[in-house]
């Protein structure tokens, strides 16, 4: 880790992910490691991410009061799962959901670290809670463990090319490998 609390190495990531903590945290890391970590979920076959669709986006961007255009910007991916109970497809606003009403985080803060606002941030699941799931927005339902899938990013670890040329410095991921 470097001076800035910053995991500057994808082997240093490796090891907290193998050695999983005790309860689930997230971690920021250099724009290097956050590359690395997308490219090694690719080449581990774990990464099926779709699209946000315009109008999830827009629920989305009206949850945590960001425009819409800003949460385009972001290209927020999730590995297409959908509500066991009410068969909703579940996205990052599920995600968010959970984490504004556990009183985790707030709405705005979620937000802004889903726009990389806050750097590249890695989530790891801990061995000993299952408090990172997704809450269905439509009906409660919160049976779907964020552990090993699904997977979502965004921000600039979605794709690193020319069309998010306009994306802030930041991203967002989980480490499901």
Known sequence: MNDQGLIDSIEELTSIALSRPKLTRSYRVTEEVAVA??????????????PMTESEMQELGDYVGIDVSEIRNAHPCVEPTDCPACGRRLTFL???????????????????????????????????????????????????????????????????????ASTPQGGYAHCAW
């Open 37 to 50: 970590n997308y490219s090694k979920m690719r080449e581990q076959g774990l990464e099926k991410l779709q």
């Open 94 to 164: 599920d995600l968010i959901h959970e984490a504004a009403s556990s009183g985790q985080h707030d709405k705005r803060f979620m937000g802004e670290v889903l726009l990389g606002k806050h750097g590249y941030v890695i989530t790891i699941n801990g061995v000993e809670d299952n408090t990172h799931v997704m809450r269905c927005v439509r009906c409660g339902d919160r049976t779907v463990n964020v552990q090993h899938g699904p997977c979502y990013h965004s921000g600039g670890c979605v794709e690193f090319s020319a069309s998010n």
